[in-house]
C-alpha cells in the first residue's frame, strides 16, 4: 500500500464542494473589497464636483492613499514573514514576487492602522451572504452545470483573453487547453489585481504634484474622519499657504449626542515639514505655556502643537464672544473647525471686499473691540492681525488664523501687538474710516498701557523696555507679571 493512500486517477480533481468554496471565498472577497470604500466612491461620484476651482480629486487621492497604506502594511507582512521563516539560515527564501500582488488575504492591518475611530465594527455581521449565481445551463437532462470539467475547461482557456491585454497567458490559446475553475479563477483573480495595480501606480504618477500638498498620513487621517462620519464630503482645497493647507468639508454627524457639528466645515491641515516652521520658531520658543515642552520635542510634534494652539486660542475667543471659527475637532496637526462662509464659498478676506463707507466704519469699531476683547478677555494678541486674517461675513468681522497668537507677556507679545495695530490702523485709514486711531493711539487703546511717546522709533523702544522689564521680573520672580495693563481697565471705544 503507498503511505500516501490510494493514486488519484481522475486527471483533474475539481469536487463541487471545492470549486464551490473556491468561488464564494473569491466572490465574498470582491463584494468586501467593493464595499471597502463606499463613502470615497460615493464622493467621488458626488454632487459637488460642479464647483468650478474645486480640487474634487482630493477624495480619490484619499482612497488610492488608503488603498497604498493597505499595501505597504502587507510589503511589511510579508518582509516579517521572511525574516521569520529564513532565521538565520544560509538557504533564503524571497517572496518577492508576492509583493507585486494586490493583498486580498492581509489581515496585517491592525498594526498602523488605528481603526478605532473608524464606524467600522467588526463585530456586526456585514457580509451579505450571498447566493452562487444560476450555475448551470441547458435544461432537464442536458443541463451542463458550471462543474462539467470539460467543457469548463475549454471556455476558461478561452476566456482567458478578455484578461486585460498586458496580462501574459502564455499561449494557450490556441490549443485544447482544458483548466480547471480553480485555476482559472486563481488566474483571473491575479489579472484583476494586476490591473488595478498598474491603474494605481499609473495614478499615483499623475497625483505626484498634488499630493505634495497633503502627505500619505495626512490623507489617511481624513480619510478616517470621513469613515468615522464626523466629515460627511470633503470637497475641495480653499487655500494653500506656506505653513498650512485649508480643505472645505461638509460636517456629518458625530458620535456622541451633545456635540454638533456644523454643516459646513474648515480642514486646517498644519504643513509637517521642516523649514516652514523653523520661521515660527520665534512665537512659540518663548510661549511660557509650551516652554517646558519645546525643547523636548521632534517637529512633526511641533507641528502638532500649532494645531493645539489654534484650538486653544479658538477657544478662548469663542468663550469670550469674539466671533471666530468653533473648533469641532482636533487630531494630530489637523483642526476641524467650523466654516466661515456658505455653499463651499469662503467669507472674503477684508482686504477683498467691498463696503460701503458706514459698514467699513463699523468693522473698524468691531475689530477695534475685538482687540480689546482678545488682550482683555482672553489674554491674547492676535500677532497676525491683518485684512488678510479677517472675514467678512453675516455682517461683521470674523478673526480666523491664530495658531501664532501669544499671550501679551510673551517676551515679544507688546512688538507682536505694535505690528498687529499698524496693520489694522494703516488698513482703515486707507478704507477711509476717519475716525480710525493711529497705530500708537491704538495700541494704548487695546492694552491700556499709556505709551506717550509721539513717534515710532521712541514708541517701539518703551515697548521693547516694557518687555525687557516683564522678562528681568520672570528672572528675579521666576513668573511673569499677570499683565501689562499699568491702570485698569482699557478705555471702551465706541461707535
Ligand atoms: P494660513 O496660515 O495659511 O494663512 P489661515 O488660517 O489664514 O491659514 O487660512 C488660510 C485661508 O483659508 C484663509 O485666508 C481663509 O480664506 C481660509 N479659511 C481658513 N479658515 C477658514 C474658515 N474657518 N472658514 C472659511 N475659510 C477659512
Ligand atoms: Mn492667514
Known amino acids: ?40 466612491v460615493a464622493v467621488a461620484e458626488g454632487p459637488f464636483i460642479t464647483g468650478e476651482n474645486i480640487d474634487t480629486s482630493s477624495d480619490l487621492m484619499l482612497a488610492q492613499m488608503l488603498q497604498m497604506e493597505f499595501d505597504r502594511e502587507y510589503d511589511a507582512q510579508l518582509r516579517r514573514e521572511e525574516k521569520k521563516i529564513n532565521g538565520d539560515s544560509k538557504v533564503s527564501i524571497s517572496f518577492e514576487n508576492y509583493r507585486k500582488v494586490h493583498p486580498y488575504d492581509s489581515d496585517s492591518s491592525e498594526d498602523e492602522v488605528d481603526w478605532q475611530d473608524t464606524r467600522h465594527d467588526p463585530y456586526r455581521a456585514d457580509k451579505p451572504t450571498t447566493t452562487p449565481r444560476r450555475g448551470f445551463i441547458g435544461k432537464g437532462k442536458d443541463i451542463t452545470t458550471k462543474h462539467d470539467e470539460v467543457v469548463c475547461g475549454r471556455k476558461n482557456t478561452a476566456r482567458m483573453e478578455n484578461f486585460a491585454p498586458e496580462f501574459q497567458v502564455g499561449d494557450g490559446i490556441g490549443m485544447d487547453l482544458k483548466l480547471s475553475n480553480q485555476v482559472f479563477n486563481a488566474l483571473k483573480q491575479h489579472a484583476y489585481s494586476e490591473e488595478r495595480r498598474s491603474a494605481r501606480l499609473h495614478e499615483k504618477k499623475e497625483h505626484s504634484t498634488a499630493e505634495k500638498a497633503v502627505d500619505p498620513k495626512t490623507r489617511l487621517l481624513l480619510y478616517k474622519m470621513v469613515n468615522a462620519g464626523t466629515l460627511e464630503t470633503i470637497t475641495g482645497c480653499i487655500s494653500t499657504g506656506k505653513e498650512s493647507v485649508v480643505f472645505h468639508a461638509y460636517g456629518g454627524k ?42 523636548k520635542l521632534n517637529p512633526r510634534k511641533i507641528i502638532r502643537m500649532w494645531a493645539e494652539k489654534e484650538m486653544h486660542n479658538l477657544t ?47 468693522a473698524y469699531y468691531q475689530v477695534l473691540n475685538m482687540m480689546q476683547q482678545l488682550y482683555k478677555d482672553c489674554n491674547l494678541v492676535h500677532a497676525d492681525l491683518s485684512e488678510y486674517n479677517m472675514l467678512w461675513h453675516d455682517g461683521k468681522v470674523w478673526l480666523i488664523d491664530v495658531s501664532q497668537s501669544v499671550e501679551p507677556t510673551h517676551p515679544h507679545g507688546l512688538e507682536f501687538l505694535f505690528r498687529d495695530c499698524r496693520n489694522v490702523s494703516q488698513f482703515f485709514q486707507k478704507e477711509g474710516v476717519a475716525e480710525a486711531l493711529n497705530e500708537r493711539e491704538l495700541f494704548n487703546a487695546v492694552s491700556g498701557l499709556n505709551i506717550t511717546a509721539d513717534n515710532e522709533v521712541d514708541f517701539q523702544e518703551e515697548i521693547e523696555a516694557l518687555e525687557k522689564m516683564n522678562e528681568d521680573h520672570v528672572q528675579n520672580h521666576g513668573k511673569k507679571l499677570s499683565m501689562f495693563s499699568s491702570d485698569g481697565d482699557p478705555p471702551i471705544y465706541d461707535e
Not at 30 to 39: K, R, S
Open 316 to 362: 478662548r475667543m469663542q468663550n469670550a464672544g469674539i466671533p471666530c471659527p468653533e473648533v469641532v475637532i482636533l487630531k494630530k496637526h489637523v483642526l476641524v473647525m467650523s466654516f466661515i462662509g456658505q455653499d463651499q464659498v469662503p467669507a472674503p478676506k477684508l482686504k477683498d471686499v467691498t463696503l460701503s463707507s458706514e459698514d467699513m466704519k463699523k
Open 254 to 295: 458625530s458620535a456622541t449626542e451633545d456635540k454638533v457639528i456644523p454643516p459646513e466645515c474648515a480642514i486646517k491641515v498644519f504643513k509637517t515639514t521642516l523649514n516652514e516652521f523653523k520661521n515660527r520658531d520665534k512665537y512659540i520658543k518663548d510661549d511660557y505655556r509650551f516652554k517646558d515642552r519645546f525643547s
Open 1 to 40: 500500500q503507498c503511505p500516501w493512500g490510494a493514486p488519484n486517477t481522475t486527471s483533474i480533481s475539481c469536487s463541487l464542494a471545492d470549486v464551490m468554496s473556491e468561488q464564494l471565498a473569491k466572490e465574498l472577497q470582491l463584494e468586501e473589497e467593493n464595499a471597502a470604500f463606499p463613502e470615497v
